[in-house]
């Protein structure tokens, strides 16, 4: 079904899903990540991460350079992306894997060390803001780019001293990771609830 890409979209196998996973990484990502839980603080420190890198581009540019990220983020382990210092910096601007965005890179840093110093698992803590699941959408028009749960979520990371994590970028992490399921009714590769 299409209403001007609002509703799903049949993709080069016939089935139907989401609008937006037009180009062949997006459609992986769409069909084996988006909207699947993932939980644990490595994996969610680099979904963060690069959501809040994301912030002001599109998701198929930080997905093209994930590789990247995550060779120059030392596969994003909190422990030694928080020992990162001012030479790591320059390192990083001068990396064209990467988004070279000083107060990004910054943020990074320093989420790392915020993260190493909770006194809870941050995955916890994330998961902690989960929703309870609610109606597929029908189209992209009924999914919200923030949310009373996601807005709590900034508040709190926010609090205990991450930087870079508005209630838009909680609400994306929160998508990402399967925290809530915004795949569109008839979606083929909309999770089943466990």
Not at 22 to 37: F, I, S
Not at 128 to 157: G, N
Not at 169 to 174: D, E, V
């Amino acid at each position: 079904m299409s209403d001007n890409g609002r509703h799903t979209v049949d993709g080069p196998d016939g089935l139907p899903r989401c609008p937006w996973g037009a180009d062949p990484a997006m459609l992986t990502y769409h069909d084996t990540e988006w909207g699947r839980e993932l939980r644990g603080d490595v994996a969610l420190y680099e979904r963060l991460s690069l959501e809040a890198f994301q912030s002001g581009l599109s998701w198929a540019i930080i997905l093209r350079k994930r590789e990247g990220f995550r060779f120059a983020f030392a596969g994003f382990d909190p422990e030694a992306v928080a020992a990162f210092g001012a030479g790591d910096v320059d390192r990083l601007l001068a990396d064209a894997a990467i988004v070279r965005n000083r107060l990004k890179i910054e943020a990074t840093i320093h989420n790392a060390r915020t993260l190493v110093g909770l006194d809870t698992s941050f995955s916890d803590l994330v998961w902690s803001f989960a929703p309870p699941m609610r109606p597929a959408p029908r189209s992209l028009a009924d999914v919200p780019t923030q949310t009373p749960s996601s807005t709590a979520m900034a508040k709190e990371l926010k609090r205990r001293g991450f930087r870079f994590v508005g209630p838009t970028t909680a609400y994306a992490l929160m998508q990402a990771t399967g925290m809530v399921d915004d795949h569109l009714d008839g979606c083929s590769f909309r999770p089943t609830p466990h």
